[in-house]
Nanobody, 123 residues
Framework: VQLVESGGGVVPAGDSLTLSCTAS????????MAWFRQAPGKEREFVAG???????FYADSVKGRFTISRDNAKSAVYLQMNSLTPEDTAVYYC??????????????????WGQGTQVTVSS
């Protein structure tokens, strides 16, 4: 199974971006999925996660600004990012947990990962 992200780019602070992630197979339709990000010199961190029924969870740093959603018919998950700041600059990764259940906030519990998409927010 492959996860393919898209939608990254360079935007000024205060702008918005929407990231997309599509799975190559429908076998992940029921899997919890998440977005992580990794900034230069920092560890990969949880951003947002969503269960297959749509229950969503967020890191405190993005709560109220980012929205995760999914379209199970398209095997896709999205991350709408508003009010972006330079601190949001990172490579954003999509991940899926084939075990099911709620999306964990720990990266090593995910067994499928995308290649990452760069988001750069200029000040």
């Amino acid at each position: 199974v492959q996860l393919v992200e898209s939608g990254g780019g360079v935007v000024p602070a205060g702008d918005s971006l929407t990231l997309s992630c599509t799975a190559s197979e429908r076998t992940l339709t029921w899997a919890p999925m998440a977005w992580f990000r990794q900034a230069p010199g920092k560890e990969r961190e949880f951003v947002a996660g969503i269960s297959w029924t749509g229950g969503d969870f967020y890191a405190d740093s993005v709560k109220g600004r980012f929205t995760i959603s999914r379209d199970n018919a398209k095997s896709a998950v999205y991350l709408q990012m508003n009010s972006l700041t330079p601190e949001d600059t990172a490579v954003y990764y999509c991940a899926a947990d084939s075990r099911g259940g709620l999306p964990p906030a720990v990266s090593d519990q995910y067994d499928y990962w995308g290649q990452g998409t760069q988001v750069t927010v200029s000040s």
